[in-house]
């Protein structure tokens, strides 16, 4: 799936950006800080991917390492990143705005900053889910090309999954709760469009690793 820096900093890009726009408890608490206390501190809790990633992207690389020589559990691991990145795609295409369903998310966690942030973000299962079963393969794979490949993957996934809380911040601020506008919504439909299109690539590698 990656060949060069280019095809890395798009897979960054697009993952980054689904990460950062799609509801959950960090987007739900930048909404909130910023509702409370303006979007200097939703951007605060914006940046909490930073600091909380790390640990768990050396876990998940030191388990797909062990798995790397054995070529039936790297395929049945690739084959579960398709598994999430097809959950993820229809919770895109069937999300519908907060307002429209009486059970939708509610930013109901406590004023704070940057330690809130983290903390929501480490007890959220998703960037776990993410980075074993999604993440650690792409990075090993971007390493293959070369530092400069790898660099292009890492700038692009942070920069995206920063900077879309740090707009969806924003755009709360200056105009009220932003689940709801016709934007959003497109928005999330095309990411499920495009989590589907490499869930695809995910299962012909995983076939390709159980089969030959």
Request: overall charge positive; some cysteine.
């Amino acid at each position: 799936m990656i060949t060069n820096a280019v095809t890395a900093a798009l897979a960054g890009a697009a993952f980054g950006l689904s990460a950062g726009i799609t509801p959950g408890p960090l987007l739900a608490l930048v909404i909130a800080q910023t509702l409370a206390h303006g979007p200097r501190e939703g951007g605060k809790v914006a940046l909490a991917p930073l600091l909380t990633d790390s640990p768990i992207i050396l876990a998940a690389l030191l388990l797909t390492s062990s798995a790397a020589s054995h070529g039936t559990l790297l395929g049945g691991l690739t084959l579960c990143g398709a598994l999430f990145l097809m959950y993820c795609a229809l919770g895109c295409l069937r999300f519908t705005p907060p307002g429209s369903r009486p059970d939708g998310p509610q930013a109901r966690k406590a004023p704070g900053s940057i330690g809130k942030g983290v903390l929501a973000n480490f007890l959220n299962p998703g960037p776990y889910l993410f980075w074993m079963t999604v993440g650690a393969p792409l990075i090993m794979e971007a390493r293959a090309q070369g530092w400069l490949t790898l660099a292009s993957f890492f700038l692009a996934f942070f920069l995206t999954i920063v900077g879309s809380k740090f707009g969806v911040a924003l755009l709360t601020w200056r105009t009220g709760p932003v689940l709801g506008s016709r934007g959003y919504l497109l928005a999330m439909r095309g990411l499920g469009v495009m989590l589907l299109a490499y869930a695809g690539f995910y299962v012909r590698d995983g076939l390709r690793l159980l089969l030959f």
